[in-house]
T-cell receptor, first 113, second 111 residues
Framework: ETGVTQSPTHLIKTRGQQVTLRCSSQSGHNTVSWYQQALGQGPQFIFQYYREEENGRGNFPPRFSGLQFPNYSSELNVNALELDDSALYLC????????????FGPGARLLVL | DAKTTQPTSMDCAEGRAANLPCNHSTISGNEYVYWYRQIHSQGPQYIIHGLKNNETNEMASLIITEDRKSSTLILPHATLRDTAVYYCIVSAIQGAQKLVFGQGTRLTINP
């Protein structure tokens, strides 16, 4: 148990729809990162939020967007869903200090039909 | 970020030490070596990390070669619950800490 929670944990959407995934960080952590993990692959970095601002982004299109709230919780929004967006979406929280590790939530499994 | 190379899969007998190698020959001076593991369908779990000295915690030991081009994660007494995919990651300490996961090593602990 890392103290990082995600909701919902499973959901099904159809192509073209929009989805919002939520993440509550571990107590005291002010940074949230999001990752996408396709079946059989390692997680891929989407972006990171620190102090409510995007603080680094991976190779994902603009239809992947995020928010961080004053309590450090975060949302990942994906617009115009595509079949390839089917994946496990992971959030991880950390403190932005050197050596600080990221602690992952259980993930949200998204299936796009 | 530097890339890592790990064996695709390994087997180990329960109760024995599991030694998982990782090659990171292009690692930079400001990059740490991190190990995470992922048990089926769960979020990755942090195990240990180090810069250049060997490290030990309650889960594992990390041995980093003197030239820092490779490392070994050691699980001293493997149990069936250690069956997982193990990821070796190098990550800089400055800026947004983006973890770059490779394919990892699928470790199977056999009874």
């Amino acid at each position: 148990e890392t103290g990082v929670t995600q909701s919902p944990t499973h959901l099904i959407k159809t192509r073209g729809q929009q989805v919002t995934l939520r993440c509550s960080s571990q107590s005291g952590h002010n940074t949230v990162s999001w990752y996408q993990q396709a079946l059989g692959q390692g997680p891929q970095f989407i972006f990171q939020y620190y102090r409510e601002e995007e603080n680094g982004r991976g190779n994902f299109p603009p239809r992947f967007s995020g928010l961080q709230f004053p309590n450090y919780s975060s949302e990942l929004n994906v617009n115009a869903l595509e079949l390839d967006d089917s994946a496990l979406y992971l959030c991880a929280s950390s403190l932005v200090t050197s050596q600080e590790t990221q602690y992952f939530g259980p993930g949200a499994r998204l299936l796009v039909l | 970020d530097a890339k890592t190379t790990q064996p695709t899969s390994m087997d180990c007998a329960e109760g024995r030490a599991a030694n998982l190698p990782c090659n990171h020959s292009t690692i930079s001076g400001n990059e740490y070596v991190y190990w995470y593991r992922q048990i089926h369908s769960q979020g990755p779990q942090y195990i240990i990390h180090g810069l250049k000295n060997n490290e030990t915690n309650e889960m594992a030991s990390l041995i980093i070669t003197e030239d820092r081009k490779s490392s070994t994660l050691i699980l001293p007494h493997a149990t069936l619950r250690d069956t997982a995919v193990y990821y070796c990651i190098v990550s800089a300490i400055q800026g947004a800490q983006k973890l770059v996961f490779g394919q990892g090593t699928r470790l199977t602990i056999n009874p």
